[in-house]
């Protein structure tokens, strides 16, 4: 077999690959009831980024050079898109906001039911930039979307708390966790949040 013939097929098989995973960034948010979840940020240039540069190697016109350039980069978007794709296999909501710059922000977030509630957690700065705390709020969650009040909480105990029945419920945070992609302990700028249902419903 020709080396060319071998780096021919490489470029097929990872393309394939690729595309399949560009696909499935998007078709797995139909699995969760209620609105679609359309990819955002690095979620969404995963996806994109995969068909293109699937499509790219897939492409028996494409030209040699381009096709080792695309295979080259397609570690990074493989990363980025299987992460979209790994974050939305088990349960996550919405929690529509408004970010910094007073635009609507549907923010995707993994939860988990305490014993008082209904739990998420995130980065300080995040809950902040999006002035979550007491904030009358829109949660998507089951296919239903009702008001709730972010309640917010720094103190560690709950925090670790929070972030331990996350690593417990979630597969994807305990299997990137044991690669090094997800923290096992949540770090000092993290916070919990508590949903509580809107005064008068």
């Known amino acids: 077999m020709s080396e060319s013939s071998t780096s021919s097929k490489l470029q097929t098989v990872v393309g394939c690959g690729l595309l399949a995973v560009g696909v499935a960034v998007f078709a797995v948010r139909l699995q969760h009831e209620g609105a679609y979840a ?3 940020g690095g979620n969404l240039f ?6 293109l540069f699937g499509g790219v190697l897939v492409w028996s016109a494409t030209p040699r050079a381009l096709g080792w350039l695309a295979l080259a980069a397609s570690p990074v ?3 980025f898109g299987l992460y979209a794709t790994m974050a939305e296999f088990e349960e996550v909501v919405s929690l529509y906001a408004i970010d910094g710059a007073g635009r609507p922000a549907e923010l995707r977030l993994w939860i988990v039911d305490h014993e008082d509630g209904e739990w998420v957690g995130m980065p300080r700065k995040k809950a902040i930039e999006h002035a979550l705390d007491g904030a009358r709020l829109e949660l998507l969650r089951d296919g239903e979307t009702r008001c709730v009040v972010p309640v917010l909480y ?3 105990p709950t925090v670790t708390a929070i972030h331990a029945l996350k690593l417990e419920k979630y597969a994807v945070a305990r299997a990137a966790a044991g690669i090094g992609l997800y ?3 949540a770090g000092e700028a993290s916070v919990s949040l508590r949903f509580d249902s809107c005064p008068g419903g």
């Open 77 to 79: 978007v493989l990363f």
């Open 183 to 185: 923290p096992r302990e």
């Open 38 to 40: 359309v990819p955002r």
């Open 154 to 156: 720094e103190d560690r």
């Open 46 to 51: 995963g996806g994109l980024g995969a068909l």
